[in-house]
């Protein structure tokens, strides 16, 4: 490639450009990384190439070429007046994907800090103890994290040497430096680490950071040998660099969730780096539950149904509960009301490291297999293929006895993980009221746990055993708590003791395995249902992985953010005649899909249909306004369009309240089931049809020639024929033959709304729906938001979700007095600032009624409103506005109250006063919400407090 001179660069730049908006992604990463080879300040070629790793999927490249530019961009000329700010959006947004869930927020936490200093700081004084006979420096393997005290671990294992070597007896004399090969999963992670060590003076032949595993056993054999020749060559021993590893610290693996698939991938990487004696951080595993008495939690995973039949006028939403009720979801617990009816207990035998480092295939053979213990080994680390590890499909059910400490119902079984990283010190993620946390759990959404439901709801009687059946795939893919209903198994104890007993589950081999002795795992290869990396629920990232959406042009304010997740976003394989229901046996056949894919929804949408204040005013307004569509054209069809339909609930209440035609569009194939099986519930499927369909592949009737609008395909078929007419027929007669509105909608429904009104882009949706489905003077309902915002100040939140500081921890003693050690923890927080502060959220969805110290400074002042029935809407837009102080600093709580579902005053926990408030004195950030207008239905408002915000 020959470029010489700046036109030439740019001409570069837009052929890759244009190679990008063509699909060419492979050639336009050609193109754009030889433009940076030569010019590596060339910011729109960053961000160019930023958008072409996005589009290949390799979202750690394209947020360091974000980062990139938006570092160029601050002092460059010529470049788009946007490009920084998108590109600064972009790294943050897109960092979020590949850094560990809620990283910041993790490291902030001074208890959880608190809990690896002293366990870093144990783990180092037992790896030098166990090793004082040798001569040559410790060495550790550390797998994830990106926790500055990390760094620290270096130090430590110097100093704990040092002072317990033969010929050493004071802490700060000389001793062979320790080594710590740091391993991360992706080159972000890799190179923020690396930054950071850096920033605080720790040189790389101390800590080495690298990316993956293979680089690490590279690294590990390369350093080793340079290193090794070295010293033969000054005259001495080969020194020992970054070999056979004392000590593994697996930070990256302490999560909430119970991922052992990924322990054991792990650990078989990393069996060949460690020495036969090393010690493992964390050394025991294991899963708690407890039973739990909630409506609150109840009312997360089904709709209640005689609030919903009381607040729409008689609706049926019993078909809803039985398609998308979930045995288990992942939530933050400690921010709802609940009752524990038990004491914490072990739900599945401990899980030890070091056994599941040595003879990993016991967590996926039957015990009557060990014999092939040797084989599986291979196999599992080799990837679980082959005969010898276990049966597809096959599930173990183990027994396990709690005893509860109240009479009652009980609705579940609250789960949690908890890791031993060092004897006698515990890392849990136990619901905050039994951690005897004080902090506000809204400042720590790290922490959360899952929730099984038990569909019986047993009563109980304290002090009276009961059984749960926890139920486990051998392949990993599905975990269950369930009620066992046999009240004579709970006579299975033997001197007090629980016993458990494994069952193989499988459809070829039904008969009872020999009773498990006590200790022995029985844990899956690769619990998903214990969360994801991206967040607390698999289905919260079912919608985040649409890249290929998000190449926007930067001058039309292309970001990152995940595409419109509302209002649909079908395949070209949903069908061009976009019926959801073809025959019975395709309803059938949907229907048990929906069932599997219910797993799917976001873990907000069965609680946003329990909101009844919401509920209330999309009746209302729905109601007035099919009376002023219809008003307009009282001689005509209405026909009503529903964008980002869920499960039909405004499309339903149209029908009802009097609309001709209600074509809704939704994208999940679950909630497009369930829309349609709830329209006939209330037999309404003459009028209701929901089609999983994106709203941009809608397609409208041409219109007729004549006057009349009711074509022959729409007339209403005779009477006695109705009743044995198919559904796929009756679908296509209310659709207008191939197409999808017999013509364009008169009103327009619509709730494409997240925390933040543009989150779900509502503005090109709404763009794409008034230029080619809705007509020119149709009624929409929303018809308007406002965003409301004032000024906050609040130390808490600036402290652990914004301002990165993390504290370094560690127990007082010798080792943390030596001048190194000391000099990390004093430079630490300000290193760590300066590599992760650009990467730090510039937002978070926080319940403002749950900070503790959080003072509203100024009056709430609109910011700006938006009429959704203007033509054109605007793509993008900036608002501003003035906002009066207010005499003086006000709690939240002072200004707003918590509503309950009815508007009533709903009560919550006190929380804990915060430690010593300063005098307020500027603000820290705004706060904002936003509100609908239903119009007669009222302002539906997201304020602090209202049941918006609770209920989803």
């Known amino acids: 490639m020959n470029i010489t001179n700046d ?27 030889g433009v940076v080879s030569k010019a590596p300040k060339h910011a729109l070629a960053w961000f160019s190439l930023g958008r072409a790793h996005l589009a290949k999927g ?16 601050a002092n460059q000329r010529g470049v788009p007046h946007n490009l920084q700010a998108l590109a600064r959006d972009n790294m943050v947004l897109i960092g979020e994907k590949v850094l560990p869930p809620n990283w910041l927020a993790t490291m902030q936490d001074p208890k959880i800090a608190d809990i690896w200093g002293t366990a870093l700081d144990g783990l180092a004084a037992a790896a030098a103890v166990a090793t004082r006979e040798r001569q040559q420096p410790l060495h550790a393997v550390v797998a994830g994290g990106i926790a500055p005290q990390i760094l620290v671990l270096q ?46 003076g720790v040189p790389s032949t101390k800590v080495r950071v690298v990316n993956g595993w293979n680089a690490a056993a590279d690294d590990a054999g390369d350093a080793a040998a340079a290193e090794g020749t070295a010293g033969s060559a000054a005259g001495g021993p080969p020194t020992r660099a970054f070999g056979k590893a004392d000590v593994l610290v697996a930070a990256g693996l302490c999560t909430p969730r119970l991922a052992l698939h990924d322990w054991v991938t792990a650990l078989a990487e990393a069996r060949h780096l460690l020495s036969p004696t090393a010690l493992l951080c964390p050394r025991m595993i294991r899963l708690m539950g407890a039973l739990v008495a909630s409506d609150d939690l109840i009312a997360m995973n089904e709709v209640r149904l005689d609030w919903m039949a009381e607040d729409t006028g008689g609706l049926q939403y019993g078909p809803a509960n039985e398609l998308l009720w979930r045995p288990a979801r992942s939530m933050q617990v400690s921010v709802l009301r609940y009752s524990l009816m038990s004491e914490p207990f072990l739900l599945l035998p401990e899980v030890h490291t070091q056994e599941l480092l040595v003879h990993p295939e016991q967590l996926f053979i039957q015990p009557e297999a ?67 946390r004080t902090d506000s759990p809204a400042l720590s959404p790290h922490i959360w746990q899952r929730v099984h439901y038990l569909s019986a709801r047993p009563r109980v009687e304290a002090g009276e055993p009961v059984v749960l059946q926890v139920t486990l795939a051998i392949d990993g893919g599905d975990l269950r708590v369930e009620y066992d209903e046999d009240v004579t198994a709970a006579r299975r104890l033997n001197g007090g003791e629980v016993h458990s007993n494994c069952r193989d589950e499988s459809d070829t081999d039904g008969e009872e395995l020999q009773r498990l002795p006590h200790g022995e795992a029985l844990l899956p290869s690769g619990d998903s249902s214990e969360g994801s990396r991206d967040g607390q629920d698999d289905d919260e990232d079912d919608d985040e992985d649409e890249d290929e959406d998000d190449e926007e042009e930067e001058e039309a304010g292309f970001n990152a953010r995940d595409a419109d997740s509302s209002s649909g976003a079908g ?10 229901v073809v025959s019975t046996a395709a309803a059938a056949t949907a229907a048990a899909a929906a069932l599997a894919g219910s797993g799917l929804l976001l ?37 009503v369009l529903d964008v980002g339909a869920g499960t039909g609930l405004l499309s339903l209440v149209a029908a009802r309240a009097g609309a001709d035609c209600v074509v809704g569009c939704e994208r999940e194939l679950a909630l497009a089931v369930t829309a349609n099986a709830l329209s006939t519930a209330n037999k309404l499927t003459d009028r209701v049809n929901i089609v999983q369909l994106h709203s941009k592949d809608l397609r409208v009737a041409p219109e007729p020639p004549s006057s009349s609008l009711l074509q ?139 900070v503790p110290d959080l003072f509203i400074l100024s009056e709430p002042v609109e910011v700006c409103c938006v009429r959704l029935d203007t033509n054109p809407l605007p793509r993008a837009f900036r608002a501003a506005a003035t906002a009066l102080p207010l005499r003086r600093p006000t709690p939240v709580s002072e200004l707003f109250r918590r509503q309950g579902p009815d508007d009533d005053d ?32 009222g302002w539906l408002s997201t304020q602090p407090g209202s049941s918006c915000t609770y209920y989803g």
């Open 155 to 200: 130090a430590l294992l110097t100093a704990h040497a040092a002072a317990v070597s033969a010929t050493t007896s004071v802490v700060d004399r000389d001793a062979p430096p320790a080594t710590v090969l740091w391993i991360q999963p992706d080159e972000l992670s890799r190179t923020l680490a690396a930054q950071m060590a850096a920033a605080a």
């Open 7 to 33: 036109d030439a660069l740019d001409v570069m730049v837009s052929i890759g450009r244009k190679a990008l908006e063509r699909g060419k992604v492979d050639q336009a990463l050609t193109i754009l990384s």
């Open 906 to 937: 709903l009560s919550l926990p006190p929380l804990p006063p915060p430690a010593a408030v300063g005098p307020v004195t500027a603000a820290t950030s705004i706060v904002y919400w936003f509100e609908a207008d239903c119009s007669t239905g």
């Open 571 to 580: 395949d070209d394989s949903a069908g061009d005649c976009g019926t959801a």
């Open 712 to 850: 022959e395909p729409l007339q209403e078929a005779p009477a006695s024929s109705k009743a044995a007419e198919a559904p796929d027929q009756a679908s296509e007669r209310c659709l207008g033959g191939p197409y999808h509105l017999p013509h364009k909608a008169r009103l327009v429904l619509h709730e494409i709304f997240g925390t933040d009104p543009l989150s779900e882009h509502i503005l090109p949706s709404m763009a794409q729906v008034q230029g080619s489905l809705a007509a020119p003077d149709a009624v929409y309902l929303p018809s308007a938001f406002r965003i409301v915002a004032a000024l906050a100040h609040s130390q808490l939140l600036q402290e652990r979700m914004r301002e990165v500081r993390p504290p370094v921890e560690l127990p007082a003693g010798p080792a943390a007095e030596t001048e190194a050690v000391a000099r990390l923890r004093r430079v630490l927080p300000a290193a760590a600032a300066a590599v992760l502060q650009p990467w730090a959220p510039w937002k978070a969805e926080v319940d403002l009624l749950r």
């Open 370 to 436: 060990a014999a092939t213990a040797a084989s599986a080994a291979v196999v599992v680390a080799t990837g679980f293929s082959g005969a010898g590890v276990a049966r597809s499909g096959a599930r173990k059910r183990h027994d396990v006895i709690a005893v509860p400490s109240s009479s009652g119902r009980v609705d579940c079984v609250v789960c949690w993980t908890e890791y031993e990283l060092v004897p006698g010190v515990w890392l849990s993620y136990a619901p905050h009221e039994i951690q005897g």
């Open 603 to 639: 873990p907000y949408h069965m609680s946003m249909l329990n909101d009844r204040h919401r509920t209330r005013c999309y009746v209302r307004g729905i109601r007035g306004a099919v009376e002023e569509a219809r008003a307009q054209h009282p001689d005509q069809q209405l026909v």
């Open 58 to 73: 390799s979202r750690d490249s394209a947020a360091m070429c974000y980062h990139r530019t938006a570092s160029l961009a």
